[in-house]
């Protein structure tokens, strides 16, 4: 079980918007620690997506946006397409037992 | 441009010791920016971080695998490395390299990956 929870699939139309949650706890998101997402593309590695809560790596395209509040964050994406297909993961830093660096089980976002 | 490329170990038997390492390219491992670190993902499962180092030989672990893990570094060859030792089928993965953001605690460059088995 992950530190950080994300629904395990979301889905959506080309053209559309879809988010992403993920949650935490006081000893991760909710004690300020940023919040980032990695996208990953079938046989591939995750690529940096969201950095800092907010920010976005060159080259990342701005339909892609992050937000965090409280002790969860989310991840937009609008006018989907059809190259978005792919698993996302949110990641953090934990401070419960020992401090380490954390991710979400991950969501497989699916175009339809 | 940066890139990681792990090493291939392939097969590695129940109770031997897992041995990585990552070759950095276009950019120096001295950085006093960054540190280099391990990440793994089991098939069909989400993703692992296993440790982080310093061009210092400074390293960080994660709690759950401390103890089976080490990490050193050769500036002179600039790469870095992993050794994960009394390996069950649960660390079957494929393990990646990657730059880590030091106190950002974020990933941004990553190696493509290496699958290794354990099994007998």
């Known amino acids: 079980q992950s530190v950080l929870t994300q629904p395990p699939s979301v889905s959506g139309a080309p053209g559309q918007r879809v988010t992403i949650s993920c949650t935490g706890t006081s000893s991760n998101i909710g004690a300020d620690y940023d919040v980032h997402w990695y996208q990953q593309l079938p046989g591939t590695a995750p690529k940096l997506l969201i950095y800092?809560?907010?920010d976005r790596p060159s080259g990342v395209p701005d339909r892609f946006s992050g937000s965090r509040s409280g002790t969860s964050a989310s991840l937009a994406i609008t006018g989907l397409q059809a190259e978005d297909e792919a698993i996302y993961y949110c990641?953090?830093?934990?401070?419960?037992?020992?401090?380490?660096?954390?991710f979400g089980g991950g969501t497989k976002l699916t175009v339809l | 441009q940066l890139q990681l490329q792990e090493s291939d170990p392939g097969l590695v038997k129940p109770s031997e010791t897992l041995s990585l390492t990552c070759t950095v390219s276009?950019?120096?491992?001295?950085?006093?920016?960054?540190?280099w670190g391990w990440i793994r993902q089991p098939p069909g499962k989400g993703l692992e971080w296993i440790a982080s180092?310093?061009?210092?030989?400074?390293?960080y672990y994660n709690p759950s695998l401390k103890s089976r893990v080490t990490m050193s570094v050769d500036t002179s060859k600039n790469h870095f490395s992993m050794n994960l030792t009394s390996v069950t089928a649960a660390d079957t993965a494929v393990y990646f390299c990657?730059?880590?953001?030091?106190?950002?605690?974020?990933?941004?460059?990553w190696g493509q990956g290496t699958l290794v088995t354990v099994s007998s």
């Open positions: 990657a730059r880590d953001s030091l106190n950002q605690y974020f990933f941004d460059f």
């Open positions: 800092g809560n907010t």
């Open positions: 180092l310093y061009y210092s030989g400074k390293t």
């Open positions: 990641q953090s830093y934990d401070t419960s037992l020992s401090a380490s660096k954390v």
């Open positions: 276009g950019d120096s491992i001295n950085s006093r920016s960054y540190y």
